[in-house]
C-alpha cells in the first residue's frame, strides 16, 4: 500500500499496493521519510535535518507482549538501541523512538485510523531525543487545520487523536 499525505492543499491519496513494496509516507512540511514493512516487521524513519535514522524490529519475546528494538543512527553512526515495551509509552512524555515504536505496535494490533498512522502525524514531523508532549502537539496541529479551514487534514489528524486517546484513556490491550 502507498501512502502519499502532502500537505497543505493536496489530498490523501491511497492505492492497492500489488508489488508488497513497503508503505512509504512522504511529507514537504518537514524532511522526512518513512517506510514500515509490516511483512519484515521491520520500521524505518529518516530525517534529514538533523541526518537520524531510526530502525526499528520486533524482538521475539517468551510471553505475549509485543516488545521493540529502535536503533538511532546519527550520520550513519549507531548512537542508541533500546528495547521499547508501547504498552508502557506515555504520549504526554514520550521519545520519536518510542513513538515509532508505538506505530508498529497499533499496527501488529490492528488499532488503526485507515491509512493514516502516527508517522504520518504531526507528531513524527520532527525528530525528538528528549521526552516531549507529543499528544498535545497533534492537538495543537488538529485544531489548526480545523482554524484554517483544512477539513481534509484535520479529521485525518482528529481519527488517529480519537484513537490515541482512547489507548490512553485505557490500558493498551
Not at 50 to 62: A, G, N, T, Y
Not at 105 to 110: C, E, P, S, T
Not at 139 to 156: C, D
Request: glycine share 2%; hydrophobic share 35%; charged share 25%.
Amino acid at each position: 500500500m502507498r501512502i502519499e499525505n502532502i500537505y497543505p492543499n493536496t489530498s490523501f491519496k491511497s492505492q492497492s499496493n500489488t508489488n508488497k513494496e513497503p508503505i512509504k509516507s512522504t511529507f514537504n512540511i518537514q524532511p522526512i521519510e518513512s517506510i514500515v514493512n509490516a511483512q519484515e516487521q521491520v520500521g524505518y524513519v529518516h530525517y534529514a535535518n538533523p541526518d537520524i535514522e531510526l530502525r526499528m524490529f520486533k524482538v521475539e519475546s517468551d510471553s505475549d507482549e509485543l516488545l521493540y528494538r529502535v536503533e538511532t543512527s546519527q550520520n550513519g553512526k549507531l548512537i542508541k538501541s533500546q528495547i521499547i515495551n508501547p504498552e508502557t509509552v506515555d504520549l504526554n512524555n514520550a521519545t520519536s523512538e518510542e513513538l515509532l515504536a508505538l506505530n508498529n505496535y497499533l499496527r501488529d494490533k490492528n488499532i488503526y485510523t485507515d491509512n493514516f498512522s502516527i508517522i504520518d502525524s504531526n507528531m513524527m514531523a520532527e525528530y525528538h531525543s528528549n521526552r516531549y508532549n507529543a499528544l498535545n502537539d497533534e492537538k495543537i496541529y488538529a485544531n489548526m487545520q480545523l482554524e484554517t479551514n483544512n477539513i481534509e487534514v484535520y479529521m485525518l489528524h482528529k481519527k488517529l487523536l480519537d484513537v490515541l486517546m482512547k489507548q490512553t484513556e485505557s490500558p493498551f490491550q
